[in-house]
T-cell receptor, first 108, second 112 residues
């Protein structure tokens, strides 16, 4: 499993864009990069997954440079309800390894 | 379509007692997982199953047993509970190894 490193916490304000960068220097060739979101007292929820370049869905974008040693999750125009812990994972199978994640706090 | 459900939601055990946590999914997923999450930490994989009748150890399997007699159910057992097993337990399922995992709401277990 590729070890990932991400900031412990980030603060933002409503309406701003939040970018969380994750480092995964020893990512394997067939690893995917996946991001999950977790609210207090709930199970994690899938946000987005990608292999390279850019992936966008209705809630986020994922940017992955050519060397794939890092990735950036972008949350456009955050609201108070986006306050959560965000986990970055690099894996090619079901053996996911969740680190401590990044606690994002959105303020009014 | 309920997704992934877990029973019970809360439980308090005394040291040495046993219990079983039930996870059920209605998405016809082959893969199912049990995680534990301790305060301020990420999830750690306890056991997983790649299909009915098969189980395997994850990162922290000691003190737990599992069974997958039916495709839709994955049971986690604690034979002799210890205070170190106080945690929140999450079950998850997925269609394939690299697909997104769907998580249940969790079971908060306290062992005194």
């Amino acid at each position: 499993l590729a070890k990932t490193t991400q900031p412990i916490s980030m603060d933002s304000y409503e309406g701003q864009e939040v970018n969380i960068t994750c480092s995964h220097n020893n990512i394997a060739t067939n690893d995917y990069i996946t991001w999950y979101q977790q609210f207090p007292s709930q199970g994690p929820r899938f946000i987005i997954q990608g292999y390279k370049t850019k992936v966008t869905n209705e809630v986020a974008s994922l940017f992955i440079p050519a060397d794939r040693k890092s990735s950036t999750l972008s949350l456009p125009r955050v609201s108070l309800s986006d306050t959560a812990v965000y986990y970055c994972l690099a894996s090619n199978d079901y053996k996911l390894s969740f680190g401590a994640g990044t606690t994002v706090t959105v303020r009014a | 379509n309920a997704g992934v459900t877990q029973t019970p939601k809360f439980r308090v055990l005394k040291t040495g007692q046993s219990m079983t946590l039930l996870c059920a999914q209605d998405m016809n997923h082959e893969y199912m997982y049990w995680y534990r999450q301790d305060p301020g930490m990420g999830l750690r994989l306890i056991h997983y199953s790649v299909g009915e009748g098969t189980t395997a150890k994850g990162e922290v399997p000691d003190g737990y047993n599992v069974s997958r007699l039916k495709k839709q159910n994955f049971l986690l057992g604690l034979e002799s509970a210890a205070p170190s097993q106080t945690s929140v337990y999450f079950c998850a399922s997925s269609y394939s190894p690299s697909n997104e995992q769907y998580f249940g709401p969790g079971t908060r277990l306290t062992v005194t």
